[in-house]
């Protein structure tokens, strides 16, 4: 199946610290990719959808001067969660969409928490 | 709104012992209805991709069905490797191209 890499794989942080989360397309290029939350026992939730050289896409509910995604090239997204607070810990997974089978494959996720 | 209900919750099996995963799905039109595993700690693995009723898909001990209204995950004579959390989402034809999943099942296979 398709590749994806997320860095880093697990980070703690100080309460009203910034954090970046990097998504990476290892083989074919992402016009779209996707960032979801998981929180313990539940399902994904989707944040945000990333769209290469436009602004990203968010869910109703997700603030996006909190949640930044910035999608500067078609491998890489980033997620930055500023000022991050406990409730903020959480398991963030990205995701790329493949267009031709409308198939989204999964990074392998990052544990963030913040103390 | 598209919703996604999986059952049971959770399933314990063992080791040999087959049995079905179940996906209920009401949404405007479907585009796609996918299945992924997920292991703790881990991104969901990408299993299979049905389009349309009466399609069927298989790999190695796990072949997935589909109708108009559900879909079903089959598991043969599992083995304890096969332990799991199984995800559906489906995408639906018109708007976004987003997923929407369902809780999940977490499979249990006891040797």
């Known amino acids: 199946g398709a590749v994806v890499s997320q860095h880093p794989s697990r980070v703690i942080c100080k309460s009203g610290t910034s954090v970046k989360i990097e998504c990476r397309s290892l083989d074919f290029q992402a016009t779209t990719m996707f960032w979801y939350r998981q929180f313990p026992k539940q399902s994904l939730m989707l944040m945000a959808t990333s769209n290469e050289g436009s602004k990203a896409t968010y869910e109703q509910g997700v603030e996006k001067d909190k949640f930044l995604i910035n999608h500067a090239s078609l491998t890489l997204s980033t997620l930055t969660v500023t000022s991050a607070h406990p409730e903020d810990s959480s398991f963030y997974i990205c995701s790329k969409r493949d267009s031709l089978t409308d198939t989204q494959y999964f990074g392998p996720g990052t544990r963030l928490t913040v103390l | 709104e598209d919703q996604v209900t999986q059952s049971p919750e959770a399933l314990r099996l063992q080791e040999g012992e087959s049995s079905s995963l179940n996906c209920s799905y009401t949404?405007?039109?479907?585009?796609?209805l996918f299945w992924y595993r997920q292991d703790p700690g881990k991104g969901p693995e990408f299993l299979f991709t049905l389009y349309s009723a009466g399609e069927e898909k298989e790999k190695e001990r796990l072949k997935a069905t589909l109708t108009k209204k559900e879909s079903f995950l089959h598991i043969t004579a599992p083995k304890p490797e096969d332990s799991a959390t199984y995800l559906c989402a489906v995408q639906a034809a018109q708007g976004a191209q987003k997923l929407v999943f369902g809780q999940g099942t977490r499979l249990t296979i006891n040797p």
């Open positions: 949404v405007s039109g479907l585009r796609g």
